[in-house]
């Protein structure tokens, strides 16, 4: 049987996919469940509410959220949930991301959102807080990303510059 997920990866468009897979691959490295979907904060809001809502019920512990231009999703859905909401950042076509960053990250008192770097990094690394935050009730999870931190520092401790 599939397993509930624990993460909700929402994206606003399907062009989003390209760099929302970095965090979809992220947790399937780890082991953790998640279901992705394409809802958009604008486009379709009535199902969006609807799907964190069941994703809530069912016992997500998380959601991540990217978006770009008037990237509003992120907000949309941390007012709907206290979970917590990860908000990445995507690269636009007119200012790059920029517009994008500020949209998900000027979020008024209250109502956080934490928001990434824009693009691939920010994907993959909202992915990786949401493996710590569950990682704090899960003690294979953190010995999992305690050896994936060990592993980054043995490859840069083993490099051998040619001089
Ligand atoms: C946002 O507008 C999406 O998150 C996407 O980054 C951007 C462009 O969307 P499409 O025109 O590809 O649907 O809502």
């Known amino acids: 049987m599939k397993k509930k997920p624990l993460v909700g990866i929402v994206m606003g468009s399907a062009s989003d996919w390209e760099v929302m897979q970095q965090a979809a691959k992220q947790l399937a490295d780890f082991g953790v469940p ?3 979907k394409a809802l958009s904060a604008h486009r379709t809001p009535t199902e969006l509410e609807a799907w964190v809502k069941k994703l809530a ?9 990217g978006a770009g231009g008037a990237a509003h999703l992120a907000g949309v859905i941390a ?15 007119h200012l790059q ?6 949209s998900i990250v000027q979020m008024p008192k209250g ?25 704090l009730g ?13 592993k980054q520092a043995d490859a840069v401790k083993s490099v051998r510059l040619p001089v």
């Open 34 to 36: 998640f279901e992705a």
């Open 79 to 93: 007012a709907q949930t206290t979970l917590p909401v990860l908000g990445v950042p995507m690269p636009s076509k």
């Open 138 to 150: 899960d003690a294979k999870l953190a010995a999992r990303l305690q050896a994936f931190r060990k």
């Open 57 to 65: 019920q069912g016992g997500a512990r998380c959601f991540i959220a």
């Open 111 to 135: 109502i956080p959102v934490a928001t990434f770097a824009i693009g691939e990094a920010g994907a993959a690394n909202a992915a990786l807080f949401a493996v710590a935050m569950l990682a």
């Open 97 to 102: 991301g920029l517009d994008s960053l500020l």
